[in-house]
């Protein structure tokens, strides 16, 4: 089992429609939890952190983070083009000495 | 303003050509790290620094070195030891105070066997 997983896609959804992307780690002492956007040839650019279980919301962006499921997902509202990219998934792992632990990433598609 | 520098942009390695990737920081962050991103898959750690003058190798750390002899500066060295360098490669750094932040990351150096 990998520590971190992700549906690797493509997921496809037209614009502005709600784009959902998930991810499930096996780290139970884990404790942070991030969201990254990578466009094509670019780094990775850090877009949501959640620490607690429950809801995040930053814009048209919202986290969820369900401890005891191991399950983290990101919601993207109103989906834009301008959406479309990889979207990974990092857990700071207490097992790894508190590195982050990537997932595989999922390419979202966002079609006009 | 604070950041990650990665140079250069492109490069490029000739057979059994040793090659060294720049990263520079100036956010006073005590922990670096060196990704490998192969197309179409996701990263994979090659070394990581928690401090000065320490290292610790990654899943992938055959074929490289690296150093960390400033807290600024880890440069990373793809040696002809390597025998598909060809990658994207990422440096990253975090705050070691910072555990529950993500990384920051530099725009990356793409290497590319000639």
């Known amino acids: 089992q990998k520590e971190v997983e992700q549906n690797s896609g493509p997921l496809s959804v037209p614009e502005g429609a709600i784009a959902s992307l998930n991810c499930t780690y096996s780290?139970?002492?884990?404790?942070?939890f991030f969201w990254y956007r990578q466009y094509s040839g670019k780094s990775p650019e850090l877009i949501m952190s959640i620490y607690s279980n429950g809801d995040k919301e930053d814009g048209r962006f919202t986290a969820q983070l369900n401890k005891a499921s191991q399950y983290v997902s990101l919601l993207i509202r109103d989906s834009q083009p301008s959406d479309s990219a990889t979207y990974l998934c990092?857990?700071?792992?207490?097992?790894?000495?508190?590195?982050?632990?990537f997932g595989q990433g999922t390419e979202l598609s966002v079609k006009p | 303003d604070g950041g990650i520098t990665q140079s250069p942009k492109y490069l490029f390695r000739k057979e059994g050509q040793n090659v060294t990737l720049s990263c520079e920081q100036n956010?006073?962050?005590?922990?670096m790290y060196w990704y490998r991103q192969d197309p179409g898959q996701g990263l994979r750690l090659i070394y990581y620094s928690q401090i000065v003058n320490d290292f610790q190798k990654g899943d992938i750390a055959e074929g490289y070195s690296v150093s960390r002899e400033k807290k600024e500066s880890f440069p990373l060295t793809v040696t002809s030891a390597q025998k598909n360098p060809t990658a994207f490669y990422l440096c990253a750094s975090r705050g070691a105070r910072d555990s529950n932040y993500g990384y920051t990351f530099g725009s990356g150096t793409r290497l590319t066997v000639v």
């Open positions: 956010l006073n962050h005590d922990a």
């Open positions: 990092a857990v700071n792992s207490y097992n790894q000495g508190g590195k982050l632990i």
């Open positions: 780290d139970r002492g884990s404790q942070s």
